[in-house]
């Protein structure tokens, strides 16, 4: 029987006060199947591993869902939905009402952005370091509904007052809605959100923040932020099962954003039109508490500190290797990158010969300044012995001509 609290999850990690930091990250490590494999994955940007705990929890419900018919085993986990969306709303600093739990950050931002007015002939501000499924909605968009796209096009990464400065040449009387990605997905670099924010409301634009990175990596807040839209995915550092992700919007803006066309009526004015879109994967929802359990058992400062560690560690490792360059940013935490000559298939190819899994990160609408990289993201189940591993992999790469 599923139990709220900590203890009533199997595999929990426990941590005494006498733990110092390697026996705590080790007994981290054993929370996860990939601790032990010979598969180095260090995409965990694109999607984390998820904790035994978490895995055993989305088995017992999955086999509670094939057991009975849906809805009723639906009903029976809404106290769990519930403790779920209280809990996550605390994260950001948001409200239960305010969130509604949705599959990913992609689907979060189509309804966002295609679920509001942006007036015809006004300015819709992004920046070339978005990401690039954010970057389609809009261009769609703009051939759709007449609005001019204006785009922040710099080397990332960058100073925050550089970057200030840049988006508030950018953002004018104009503008109407300002996307703005609180940590890039290729240099890792977390943006001044609020400073940013205040710009765009100064000149009455709508903010809408891709936050895909942000919850479960790194402490931030919605009403310090002062941002109208929120979007974020819970598979990616916050150890949930994949199929999972959170909208958020200010409560005056619900009713104005359109939602699930196959919702009634009723919910017009509530965050559960975004949620009614027929019979779902009940039992990856059910299993998001046990995935914010385990992060509650290591706390959010803990591991931020740890994922931070594990970048500067093979950021600084990868000093003395050849024709190597990183991009660390100046505010960062697991997400970092890379750029190393020559074809990029090869290189990935003589990676993935030892067993190694990284990220190749460009995008077609970059300027031709722009470096082809390659995203390192570890995670908390990973040593420094895994980077080395990937260190000396570097040492080694032969590059084609």
Request: hydrophobic share 40%; net charge positive; glycine share 6%.
């Amino acid at each position: 029987m599923f139990v709220a609290g900590t203890a009533g999850f199997v595999g929990m990690p426990e941590f005494s006060i006498i733990d110092d930091e390697k026996t705590k990250w080790k007994k981290i490590r054993k929370q996860f199947l990939d601790g032990s494999s010979t598969v180095l994955n260090l995409n965990n940007g694109s999607a984390g591993m998820v904790p035994k705990a978490v895995s055993q929890q989305l088995y017992q419900f999955s086999k509670v869902l094939e057991s009975k018919a849906p809805y009723e085993a639906h009903a029976d986990w809404e106290h769990i939905k519930k403790l779920s969306k209280q809990s996550l709303a605390k994260m950001i600093e948001a409200t239960e009402d305010e969130i509604a739990v949705v599959r990913n950050t992609t689907e979060a931002l189509n309804y966002v952005l295609r679920g509001i007015n942006i007036p015809k002939n006004s300015t819709v501000v992004c920046g070339l370091h978005d990401y690039g499924h954010s970057i389609n909605i809009l261009e769609r968009l703009s051939d759709e509904n007449g609005f001019n796209l204006k785009m922040v096009d710099v080397l990332l990464p960058i100073s925050n007052d550089r970057l200030i400065e840049t988006y508030k040449e950018i953002i004018d009387e104009d503008c109407s809605l300002v996307l703005l990605t609180a940590m890039t997905h290729r240099e890792g670099q977390i943006l001044p959100i609020k400073e940013i924010t205040k710009i765009a409301k100064k000149q009455g634009a709508l903010v809408v923040v891709d936050a895909a990175h942000a919850i479960g990596h790194f402490e931030h807040s919605i009403k310090d932020w002062g941002c109208d839209y929120y979007c974020t995915s819970l598979h990616k550092w916050l150890s949930c099962p994949i199929g999972c992700g959170v909208l958020y919007m200010k409560k005056d803006l619900i009713e104005k954003t359109k939602g699930s066309y196959s919702a009634e009526r009723v919910l017009d004015s509530k965050m559960a039109k975004f949620e009614d879109v027929g019979t779902k994967p009940f039992a990856i929802e059910a299993s998001i508490l046990s995935a914010i359990r385990f992060q509650e058992s290591i706390g959010l400062k803990t591991k931020n500190l740890r994922l931070k560690a594990l970048t500067d560690y093979w950021v600084e490792g990868m000093k003395d290797v050849p024709n190597v360059t990183t991009f660390k940013p100046d505010e960062y935490g697991a997400v970092c990158a890379l750029h190393y000559p020559g074809k990029s298939t090869n290189i990935m190819a003589q990676l993935a010969n030892k067993n190694i899994h990284i990220k190749k990160v460009s995008a077609l609408n970059y300027t031709k300044k722009h470096k082809v990289k390659y995203r390192i993201s570890p995670n908390i189940y990973h040593n420094f012995d895994d980077l080395d591993r990937l260190i000396d992999a570097f040492k080694t790469i032969q590059i084609s001509k």
